[in-house]
């Protein structure tokens, strides 16, 4: 604690002096916020940020959703095309009117290893973007930010990822075998 106090300070006294005197204008009209919102206001400014906090954190929460979503489809998409063909495939089978068991045993094979290879290989893509992303933020300590922000990511990429389970299970549990 007192390090990080020490290395403010340290900022601080390595600034010129334009930049000394508008930080101090600032931490002066900050300090005053309170005092003329009570005098003034009534107390009316502290109901207005929070309608802007809560418009902000709405804002970032958005945002962080569309970069998981982005991730996620963007890794979908590189399985897709498997995904689509095994589905065709085992569909169509399920449609001959003559099946055997032993083409019945080929089918569920197939399914399961292209089904588990397809999760590997999308899972290795999401890992691939996730570490893309991870280097933007640095090998530094992680201030709270970062780990919310991450934590959140996570999230919100594992419920995309169950939405993406919830409309493939009944197609492949709806299958002929």
Request: hydrophobic share 55%; charged share 15%.
């Amino acid at each position: 604690m007192f390090n990080k106090i020490k290395e403010k300070v340290g900022r601080f006294t390595k600034l010129s002096l334009k930049k000394k005197i508008f930080v101090l204008i600032l931490y002066c009209f900050f300090s005053l916020i309170p005092f003329i919102d009570s005098k003034f206001l009534h107390g009316q400014l502290l109901n207005i940020l929070w309608v802007f906090d809560v418009i902000v954190g709405g804002l970032l929460l958005s945002a962080i959703l569309v970069l998981a979503s982005f991730a996620i489809m963007r890794s979908l998409i590189e399985v897709a095309a498997g995904l689509s063909l095994l589905i065709f495939l085992a569909q169509n089978y399920c449609d001959v009117p003559v099946r055997s068991a032993a083409g019945d045993n080929a089918l569920k094979g197939l399914l399961l290893v292209g089904i588990i290879y397809l999760s590997y290989y999308f899972l290795r893509t999401l890992y691939k973007l996730l570490a893309k992303n991870y280097k933007k933020f640095g090998d530094k300590e992680w201030p709270w930010e970062k780990i919310l922000f991450v934590i959140l990511f996570l999230i919100f990429i594992i419920s995309l990822v169950c939405d993406i389970y919830q409309v493939i299970q009944p197609i492949i549990l709806n299958l002929c075998i």
